[in-house]
């Protein structure tokens, strides 16, 4: 995004004609910005060309989808919706890896039927579950084992995924029984060793922590890993204050994680791919007198963007035209729901802003309108992607007939 003659753009196309067009709330995604992410992974890594798989759980917009399939990703899906979504995408089976804690007897049956690459199992009795569905269907089924490293990836608690205390993986002591289970049915392929250790991960060590505890595993298993699958979770910046990954230094640690394991690396990046596409435009209804702070109440929510509410993530937010008046008051930026959790960001020094007016909630594209709701019987909002002068409706806005 960018300012033109103090109007806001996204790409070539003024938000302000976006909102007089789709109207608000709407969720805008930049063709040229996701190209640019996918280009720049794959750029980051292209000395060992691993298997990027798309993590859906990010956005399950099915024209995304589609666009990231164009650039020969996967998808790593973590239900069946999610892993029919990727196949509707026109997403290559064997690209596609199914993660979870949770997989139903359903689930199995439907990603073996499909041939997709992987299920990465995380427990015991999942692997069991697999095992007696492929013995019933006669099929040897291509399996992961997730290894829970116990790994501290210094994020927020609601988003580590790697540490013991989690519910995520086997420890080391459960892995090793389950390669000898393994090794000994006539149904199960042990193709992989997956691990991820959590989401919005800034700093490299932790990911160097992880390789060391993966590399040790290998070793006392003896066992040949077609593939290592690291997951995803490489952070983005939400704001100019937060410091970037540094991809060189994670990229070194895994050339050297493969000087001594030969094995095909998977990756599974879903913020890091889609979350800085996304824009969410939103109008002012009111702007109401709170004392000490104004309250900028907005026709956007947490029912549309659940993350602040959820877990107290912060987004940059934009005036959509910008002007040199500053307001004396701090603002507090809400949405209309009923519950006090309602709220994107407080800021003080902001531009005054007068009701009707536009505002940019940035960095969106990831868990937006993923995580959104229906709460308060809502609409959910209208979704649409941006490439130069183009502006495509990717989903229509829902209607309250589509919900009553």
């Not at 947490?302 to 987004?315: C, F, K």
């Amino acid at each position: 995004m960018k300012y033109s003659k103090n109007k806001l753009f996204i790409e070539k196309v003024s938000v302000l004609n976006i909102a007089n067009k789709f109207q608000t709330p709407a969720y805008c995604y930049s063709y040229s910005k996701l190209k640019e992410n996918i280009n720049n992974f794959k750029k980051n890594f292209k000395s060992f060309s691993p298997l990027v798989c798309f993590s859906v759980k990010s956005n399950t917009n099915v024209n995304i989808i589609k666009e990231i399939k164009r650039f020969g990703l996967g998808a790593d899906v973590v239900s069946k919706g999610e892993l029919m979504l990727a196949l509707k995408a026109g997403v290559d089976p064997n690209k596609i890896v199914f993660s979870g804690v949770g997989k139903t007897n359903e689930e199995i049956n439907f990603a073996i039927e499909k041939k997709i690459l992987l299920i990465n199992a995380e427990s015991k009795s999942e692997i069991r579950e697999i095992d007696k569905i492929a013995k019933r269907k006669r099929k040897i089924v291509q399996v992961g084992i997730r290894l829970n490293p116990n790994t501290d990836a210094k994020t927020l608690k609601q988003i580590s995924t790697g540490k013991s205390e989690n519910k995520f993986g086997v420890n080391s002591k459960t892995f090793y029984e389950l390669v000898n289970y393994c090794k000994n049915s006539k149904n199960i392929s042990l193709q992989c060793l997956s691990v991820h250790i959590g989401s919005q991960i800034l700093d490299y060590k932790p990911y160097e922590r992880m390789l060391k505890a993966v590399s040790n595993i290998i070793i006392k298993t003896k066992h040949k890993f077609k593939f290592v699958d690291l997951g995803g979770g490489m952070g983005i910046s939400y704001s100019d204050k937060i410091k970037k990954l540094n991809y060189k230094k994670y990229n070194l640690a895994i050339k050297n994680f493969l000087k001594i394991h030969d094995t095909k690396i998977i990756f599974e990046p879903g913020r890091s791919i889609i979350g800085n596409t996304g824009t969410l435009v939103s109008k002012i209804i009111y702007i109401k007198d709170g004392g000490a702070k104004k309250f900028i109440i907005l026709d956007a929510a947490m029912n549309d963007l659940m993350r602040p509410a959820l877990y107290g993530a912060v987004h940059k937010i934009l005036p959509v035209n910008k002007s040199n008046s500053v307001s004396t008051n701090a603002y507090e930026f809400v949405g209309p729901i009923c519950e006090s959790t309602d709220k994107f960001v407080t800021l003080k020094k902001f531009q005054k802003l007068k009701e009707k007016d536009l505002v940019a909630i940035c960095d969106v594209g990831a868990y937006g309108m993923s995580l959104s709701s229906n709460y308060n019987l809502r609409p959910k909002a209208v979704e649409l992607l941006i490439n130069g002068r183009k502006v495509k409706k990717i989903k229509n806005r829902q209607k309250h007939t589509d919900l009553i």
